[in-house]
């Protein structure tokens, strides 16, 4: 996206030095990569940034409002609506493409946000290496608002672990060794001292929640949350496991409700140049015309599956269910990085954290993802270079 960094670094690349590069990314917990690193960062200028960080403004806006909740109630499915919710989302993220307008100028457009975690330990870890390689100006960072890796990873542990000793606090998955992103998880204990528990270890006493930490019965009095309730209901032989949607006695971080407040639901709310138009597929009395030009996504859903892109009448006439799918103008990604062969698209994901005492949530990292596919994905990117995930850097003025 800055036309002399990127020139520079591809002018300088060499395998070798990409080599050694991946070396240290998994010597952090070697084997736990399991994900496609790519070869270069994104390099943003302050004014795209700009974009992105006011669009999130505006979505902010549309969460903070005290109609925020009734608004988005039916988008917690009955069957993995929990207890307890508290009264807000520690954790959010905002996904955007780098994408191309009418008149051929870069610009964001949001695709997706979560009021979920993502890759938040590793990247303190991979950010700084990959600063590193690739040799950056001294006014580039990762960070937003004058984060830095020890301010962020002081918030980290303020976010996550809060008040409580770290044993009595647990990161929560499923089957967590054979997740892709279990690097994050190992990273998550280095950092903050917690045990990643999977789901079928859980112990319940009443209201009470435990786990075996290295042969002590230990209390759970907070949890990390990195279960997707929505994946629970396809997998398979997980026995008798812990019903999480009964009152325990525990904190969520994030509370899993805000999984689904904060997700494809809250599109057709946000009024935003950068925030394609969104609707709820049950609330339109008329299909536009351009249907070609509209992606059709399922409101229940997890990485990618079940959108349909090139949507059809006979695919609006498929949906059985139409007040769980939403038609979302398709935008355009551009080929914005230039790679040794075809360019590459990217997405960049701004994590933002809302603090116990903080008016309103707040940027303070990222990731980014390079594909050459149809779409944003592993799947979409078999047998490609230059594709993956990494970090985008934040040109300052």
């Not at 929640?209 to 309730?229: C, E, P, Q, S, W």
């Not at 935008?331 to 914005?336: E, F, M, T």
């Amino acid at each position: 996206m800055i036309k002399e960094l990127r020139e520079k670094f591809n002018a300088d690349f060499t395998k070798e030095k990409y080599d050694a590069y991946m070396a240290k990314l998994e010597a952090l917990h070697p084997g736990a990569l399991d994900f496609r690193n790519a070869e270069t960062p994104v390099f943003v200028p302050a004014t795209f940034k700009d974009k992105m960080l006011g669009a999130c403004e505006d979505i902010i806006d549309v969460i903070i409002d005290p109609k925020f909740k009734s608004l988005t109630e039916r988008g917690i499915p009955a069957n993995v609506r929990v207890p307890n919710e508290n009264s807000r989302a520690e954790c959010i993220v905002f996904d955007f493409g780098i994408c191309e307008n009418e008149n051929g100028e870069l610009e964001p457009q949001l695709i997706e946000m979560q009021g979920f975690p993502t890759l938040y330990a590793f990247q303190a870890f991979h950010s700084e290496l990959t600063a590193e390689y690739a040799n950056l100006p001294g006014n580039f960072s990762p960070y937003l608002n004058g984060y830095t890796k020890e301010s962020y990873i002081q918030l980290l542990k303020e976010i996550i672990v809060g008040n409580h000793d770290p044993k009595n606090v647990i990161l929560l998955e499923i089957f967590p060794e054979q997740q892709k992103t279990r690097i994050d998880f190992y990273c998550t204990g280095q950092l903050l001292g917690i045990k990643t528990v999977c789901l079928t270890k859980l112990i319940a006493e009443g209201n009470k929640l435990f786990y075996d930490n290295n042969g002590v019965k230990t209390a759970i009095k907070r949890i990390y949350n990195r279960l997707i309730f929505d994946d629970l209901q396809k997998q398979e032989g997980l026995g008798n496991v812990v019903d999480l949607t009964k009152d325990y006695d525990v904190e969520w971080v994030p509370h899993p409700n805000w999984f689904y407040r904060i997700s494809k639901f809250t599109l057709p709310f946000i009024n935003n140049p950068y925030v394609p138009q969104t609707y709820f597929l049950n609330e339109l009395k008329q299909m536009p015309g351009d249907l070609q030009n509209y992606v059709l996504k399922p409101l229940f859903s997890f990485a990618g599956m079940g959108v349909v892109i090139d949507v059809t009448q006979q695919d609006i006439d498929n949906v059985n269910d139409p007040e769980n799918w939403i038609l979302q103008r398709k935008v355009k990604y551009a080929d914005v990085i230039k790679t040794p062969d075809e360019p590459a698209k990217a997405e960049i994901r701004l994590f933002y954290f809302w603090k116990d005492g903080w008016a309103r949530p707040k940027g303070v990292h990222n990731l980014a993802r390079l594909s050459k596919g149809k779409m944003i994905g592993t799947r979409y990117n078999k047998n490609k270079e230059w594709v993956g995930g990494n970090v985008a850097f934040f040109e300052s003025p």
